[in-house]
Structure formats: structure tokens, C-alpha cells
């Protein structure tokens, strides 16, 4: 019979957390939410179609925008909410960083931002 100690399962939280954070996309949701602490689905999904085209939202087709909330709905939240980063309110569709997500963002600290500049793909 095998045991499960304390550090197997941090381990196992620490990759689980470093997969999470190998996905651009999911910073990005990271650092625009480390500025804004909680935010509307919507809200992410238009300013992260914004960054990704590098254009106002104005020029930017709906389905564009569609296709990024999609994704961070059915993909990137989720992966988010389940490593315990952030807090998902389905009724009011609010996304919001929780405790654990503030620490990861403090370890993060300026390579978040500086990773931030690069380009992000949510799609």
C-alpha cells in the first residue's frame, strides 16, 4: 500500500500550478486580474481581444470576441478555478483571484509583467 505524504502532495500542487502557469493565455487573465481583482466574463474577454489584436474593441468583430470568451469560459477559467488561483461565480459571471492566486501573483511578481508585453493567444 502506498502513502501519500505532505510533500508528495505539494509537489503534485506545485506542477499542477506550473502547468497552469505554462499557458499564456491564463497569465494574462492573471495579470489583467492582479490590476482589477475581480471582473465580469465579458470584461476579460473584450480587453484580452483587445491586447490580442492590438486594436480598439470597436474594430474588433464580435465573433472575435465570441471565440475568446469560449475559450476563457470553457477552457481557462476552469483550469484556473480547479488549481485554486481564482473563484468563478457562475450567476453574475465574475471571475475574481482568491488568496492562493494574490501569493502566486507575488511570487510571479515582475516576470508577470514583462511576460505580459508578449503576445497572448486565447484562441
Sequence with gaps: ???????????????????VLSDQCRRSVLYIL??????????LANTIAVQEKERPLTQISSDEVQKVLIDLYHSQI????????LCYTDSQENVALTNQGEQALNRLGTALEKDHSSEARCW
Design 1 to 19: 500500500m502506498a502513502c501519500t505524504t505532505i510533500r508528495d502532495e505539494r509537489e503534485r500542487t506545485q506542477q499542477q500550478l506550473l502547468r
Design 34 to 43: 492582479s490590476h482589477w481583482r475581480i471582473a465580469g466574463l465579458s470584461e
Design 78 to 85: 476552469p483550469r484556473l478555478v480547479e488549481t485554486g488561483l
